[in-house]
């Protein structure tokens, strides 16, 4: 969920210093402007000014233009999540973690938004989401078992790592519908209500007053 930018319409050249973050853009542009099944991975390596060999060097497809920072994000907390003290506690640890790895402002939005309706729209991408959103989950779910002794597959791991998740794609649609704040408030209060429970006195709290 890595700083972006807004998606701008492509320009035929190669960008200075030409990288996987500059071929993400122009491949977003020409997703919006001619749509996804129409654009060809040829078609984006030489609005960027780059082989198509070089494109595969960044993506193996186009559909993994989409999911490549939502991939790097998974990889980034099991990374995170490896260096917590042992004795932080679960949740307190998990949230973290989340926090840390997601770096997305309210100006980032409308690149967000593109990407959320392309894959709403193309069945090919919407039919992957879900080994993606798995992947995430499973990043959460492995981290729990290691420190409670509990199988990766096992109930507990499985509800936490998938609670999580849902939790995180709540906080997500609201930080997207609002861009009123950095989506690092919208994770806390939504997280932090998880862990405490979702008792009443959670709920009654206005999700921008952090808890204990």
Not at 33 to 55: L, Y
Request: proline letters at 5%; aromatic letters at 8%.
């Amino acid at each position: 969920m890595s700083e972006s930018v807004a998606v701008e319409p492509s320009r035929r050249g190669r960008p200075p210093g030409t990288s996987g973050r500059a071929l993400e853009v122009i491949a977003l542009a020409l997703f919006t402007e001619q749509g996804f099944d129409a654009t060809t991975t040829d078609q984006i390596a030489a609005a960027a000014g780059v082989s198509k060999r070089t494109f595969f060097r960044y993506f193996d497809s186009k559909a993994d233009v989409l999911w490549s920072a939502f991939d790097a994000e998974v990889e980034n907390i099991r990374l995170t999540l490896a260096r917590v003290p042992v004795d932080q506690p679960v949740m307190d640890a998990v949230r973290q973690a989340v926090l840390e790895v997601n770096h997305y402002r309210a100006e980032d939005v409308p690149e967000l938004r593109t990407r959320m309706n392309l894959i709403g729209a193309v069945p090919e991408l919407g039919a992957s989401a879900a080994v993606h959103y798995d992947a995430w989950g499973r990043a959460v779910s492995t981290f729990v078992a290691a420190r409670t002794g509990q199988p990766a597959d096992s109930l507990y791991p499985l509800t936490v790592g998938r609670a999580t998740l849902a939790a995180c794609r709540a906080a997500y649609e609201q930080w997207a519908a609002r861009a009123d704040a950095d989506l690092t408030v919208y994770l806390d209060a939504a997280l932090r209500a998880l862990a405490a429970g979702f008792t009443d006195d959670v709920l009654h709290r206005p999700p921008h007053v952090r808890g204990t």
